[in-house]
């Protein structure tokens, strides 16, 4: 909240926000709201509370990690270290954008 006030007291040409987290976002939509603008704001990591905001139109966006996924590849991913099978040294997991 309060970075975000005061980016746009240095900043009247904000358009759009990219938080770190849902929670930075909300926060950030509450310093939006306050200083009657209109700013695209997307939040990250698919929080009931962030999900619940992009369903109200009040956040553009939030991006939703896959924590039953990437559980699943760390431990097939582990299984083939134990039997001594060469795996990736990154191993991305898809993110999911929510924007309804």
Known sequence: LNVMENL???NSDVQ???A???EMALG???AVQASGKNILIVGFDGTDD???AVKRGMLGATIAQQPALIG?????TADKVLKGQTVEKN???PLKVITK
């Open 8 to 10: 746009l007291a240095a």
């Open 16 to 18: 759009a926000v990219f």
């Open 20 to 22: 770190q987290n849902d």
């Open 28 to 30: 950030a939509l509450r």
């Open 50 to 52: 962030g999900i619940s």
């Open 72 to 76: 699943e590849l760390g431990v097939e």
């Open 91 to 93: 191993i991305p997991v």
